[in-house]
């Protein structure tokens, strides 16, 4: 008889431990680590010694033909995945608690269902009833959608393997999933682990494709051992802010296609809408005539998406001023009031300052440097920027505008949506095609622009503008707003 061998695991990373601590040495995460009985996490179909055999191996050369794809019927959706399920693949999407990943999935199925594939999707955290309500709900509730309430990986596996293959098959979610393979709880790392390994092969054995819904910790990163991210052939991230009814799906890792590319949805009474242009709803609440605002050209992906930057800057009574930022990374923050402090004269350390990207998308790229920073600047001075300007540019330690990727596709959107000026950087010029139609004014260095800025708000009644173009205005060395 096997010895029971007991280990602590933790149950954010899958990093195993003979003994119980306080915090994980692979993560960082405090009182995250459960016992586990790893006895039995190995089938004894994979302990048993057999002879290997052999296989053929082939050469790079040769003409692959490109994976069949299957279409959800939401371009949006679509788009995210590179065109559609491939075959045999496994995807995992996760996202917080009542963002609507159910509702997206039910969405999905429904519409393959009725293009005449067998579509399955088993849920383990809700009854039938519950999946048929919120069909009703969104009105598809006549979709020939095969539904099961199941948490045993062996059961679903055996009752999918009869009759035709499912070309889809969602499981809702991971997390409860249970193998008789292993002792643990189901929900244990363990358990998610092996849940996850016994799906994927059932979907490359069988050319099945499987979508697993995955629950996120406080981070906002998908629960469970990280090896499960590396087992599946792509993650999405299904994003948006509970007051806000815009939803955004991000491709994190995709075999089969760009990574970083989003989908853009709107939460409605009757379910996920897709927003075939984000940059128009992005911005059609903007506030016209408000300092602090900046209009940033971005891309996501292969999409041009505009959106608006707002900022705050307030003065502080408290010894340490607060720094919060919704939308972007604060580290990106820091850096930018570092660079504006030291190279630009502008003194922050006695201001609050708050930084919002509106309507709840994440931006990523270092290229809206330039629009937070005019954002910000434009904040203190209390001067309109430009409406009808976009703002485009990573900035260096040193104060140097650098130049971007895809400038003719940020000039492109920002044509079409009406716009006729953009502040790019300098060395960017050469690469904007000529038929943008839009007057670009190059931003060398990030003091010029805030010269610019501080001209504009000493305009609205400053007496100290500053003498020259290039001159970092007085007030800013004196700290004043």
Known sequence: MAKNTLSFVCQNCGAAYNRWQGKCE?????????????????????????????????????????????????????????????????????????????????????????????????????AIAQVRLRAERLGLSDAPVQLAAETSVEDIVSTLSEGAVPRLIVIDSIQTMWTDTVESAPGTVTQVRASAQALIRFAKKTGAAIILVGHVTKDGQIAGPRVVEHMVDAVMSFEGEGSQQFRILRAVKNRFGPTDEIGVFEMTGLGLREVTNPSELFLSERDLGTPGT????????????????????????????????????????????????????????????????????????????????????????????????????????????????????RLKEAAKLGFQRAMLPESARGETGGDAGLSLNAVNSLTTLVAEIAARGSRRGESNAPAEKNATPARFRRGEG
């Open 26 to 126: 692979s993560c960082g995460e405090w009182n995250t680590l459960a016992e586990e009985d790893t006895s039995g996490s190995v089938p004894v179909s994979i302990r048993s010694k057999r002879k290997g055999r052999t296989f053929a191996l082939e050469s790079l050369a040769g003409k692959s033909p490109d994976a069949p794809r299957l279409s959800s019927g939401m371009t949006e959706l679509d788009r995210v995945t590179g065109g559609g399920f491939v075959r045999g693949s496994v995807l995992l999407v996760g996202g917080d608690p009542g963002i609507g990943k159910s509702t997206l999935l039910t969405q999905a199925t429904s519409l393959m269902a009725r293009a005449g594939h067998r579509i399955v999707y088993i849920s383990g955290e809700e």
């Open 294 to 409: 900046a209009v940033f050209a971005g891309i996501e992906g292969t999409r041009p998406v505009l959106v608006e930057l707002q900022a705050l800057v307030a003065p502080t009574s408290l010894g340490t001023p607060r720094r919060a930022v919704v939308g972007w990374d604060p580290s990106r923050l820091s850096m930018v009031l570092a660079v504006l402090e030291a190279h630009c004269g502008v003194k922050l350390s006695g201001h609050d300052v708050y930084l919002n990207v509106a309507g709840g998308l994440r931006i990523h790229e270092p290229a809206a440097d330039l629009a937070a920073a005019a954002a910000l600047v434009s904040s203190l001075v209390n001067a309109q920027l430009p409406t009808d300007a976009v703002y485009f540019g990573e900035i260096s330690l040193s104060g140097v505008v650098r130049p971007v990727a895809q400038t003719p596709a």
